[in-house]
């Protein structure tokens, strides 16, 4: 069955950074776009990124461009997100999620990131 | 990038309808057929309802089904059901690989 586990978060100081990773598994990781989304507490879905299934191709948010950046691994099934300038805003939960076509077809269960001094 | 716009809260009956709006622009809901619906209960992840405004994935109750017109899209649920409570987010794509969620609407079931 269809896979996503986040790892990596936790609890960081404004202006450091952190990588996020998801791992992936039941299905061919290469053939898939992917997202990260991230939930900030008591809150609704905010779309972060997303990278092409070839890794040629990103797009980000405003608020995170200049800052994150998404990669993947295909030969290691793993896709990431690199975060720079961390600011208390960006305290979240962060799913990383398959691309179903223009949806998003499945999720990981989440990895909270706490950005506070 | 500006969220969609949904109601904050729902309510209705077992065994009653409710529908969900999503409001957006042309630069979203009102070009694109890419309009997704998506079910979050309390400290789990969200799950697709709706994908492509009206398709249901396999497993989904038909109890669920979308729609759209112009810049509104819609998500109506019939014989509401107690486990049907939760918030429900819209998204859509939104042009050059961008996608823009709703803030979510709290559905209780009375």
């Known amino acids: 069955q269809v896979q996503l586990v986040e790892s990596g978060g936790g609890v960081v100081q404004p202006g450091t950074s952190l990588r996020l990773s998801c791992a992936v598994s039941g299905f061919t990781f290469s053939d898939y776009a992917m997202h990260w989304v991230r939930q900030a507490p008591g809150t609704g879905l905010e779309w972060v990124t997303m990278i092409s299934y070839d890794g040629t191709s990103t797009y980000y948010t405003d608020s995170v461009k200049g800052r994150f950046t998404i990669s993947r691994d295909n030969s290691k099934n793993s896709l990431y997100l690199h975060m720079n300038s961390l600011r208390p805003e960006d305290t979240a939960v962060y799913y990383c999620?398959?691309?179903?076509?223009?949806?998003?077809?499945?999720w990981g269960q989440g990895t909270l990131v706490t950005v506070s001094s | 990038q500006s969220a969609l716009t949904q109601p904050a809260s729902v309510s209705g009956s077992p065994g009653q309808s409710i529908t969900i709006s999503c409001t957006g622009t042309?630069?979203?809901?009102?070009?694109?057929?890419?309009v997704s619906w998506y079910q979050q209960h309390p400290g789990k992840a969200p799950k697709l309802m709706i994908y492509d405004v009206t398709n249901r994935p396999s497993g989904v109750s038909n109890r669920f089904s979308g729609s759209k017109s112009g810049n509104t899209a819609s998500l109506t649920i019939s014989g509401l059901q107690a486990q049907d409570e939760a918030i429900f987010y819209c998204?859509?794509?939104?042009?050059?690989?961008?996608?823009?969620f709703g803030g979510g609407t709290k559905l209780t079931v009375l």
């Open positions: 998204s859509s794509y939104a042009s050059s690989g961008t996608r823009v």
């Open positions: 999620a398959r691309d179903g076509n223009y949806d998003f077809d499945y």
């Open positions: 042309s630069s979203d809901v009102g070009t694109y057929n890419y």
